[in-house]
């Protein structure tokens, strides 16, 4: 890494974490794991805040996932501007989180625009409920949808077979088809 990019993941971390009075701090002697994911330039406080958010929760959804939930192709999660209209207003992973042994790992940094599946879901909901921006895609299993029927949770789902040939985008078209089936917006979608 470039000495800009350590200078500005230290101050990130100095800002982020701040000194304990007395105890000192060691931060010009970080190592790469202890790094805390710095932001991209952003264009306005509001996608400070959005990323902020994402952030501060991406690590307590990490460490309290189950390797079961987590697909083979890795979890995204995304997280919309108020009124997004398009992928570059929603920050996700540009990565993915993957199984690794005892759990999962977040392996990217998040980011506007990075995720195109995640934000096609989305957009796709926020059409009809505005106020949902957030979503996450976990491992489809017989044992994990059972799971999720135990829940007072709404469900619903889509089929890919049913997929029309000329649908632009199989997430966009398969929530829409998912929220039609539903008299209210489900917390999961199969």
Known sequence: QSAFTQAKYALWNMINNGYIIGKGSDVLHITSKEINDAPQRLPTPTHVQVWMQLSKNLNKIVNKLPLSFTPEVGCNIGYALANAKNRNDICALNGRIIRASPK????????????????????????????????MN?????????????????????????????????????????????????????
């Not at 980011?111 to 096609?120: L, P």
């Not at 879901?121 to 106020?131: C, G, N, R, T």
């Not at 949770?153 to 889509?158: L, Y």
């Open 104 to 135: 999962p790992i977040q392996c990217g940094s998040l980011q506007f625009g990075a995720s195109k599946h995640i934000a096609s879901i989305i957009l796709a909901v926020m059409k009809k409920y505005p106020e949902i921006r957030c979503a």
């Open 138 to 190: 976990i491992k489809y299993t017989s044992e994990n949808l059972k799971l999720c029927e135990e829940t007072p949770f709404i469900r619903s789902s889509f089929n890919r077979s049913d997929e029309p040939k000329n649908a632009d985008s199989t997430m966009d078209w398969g929530t829409r088809t998912a929220l039609e089936k539903s008299k209210t917006c489900p917390d999961f979608i199969y």
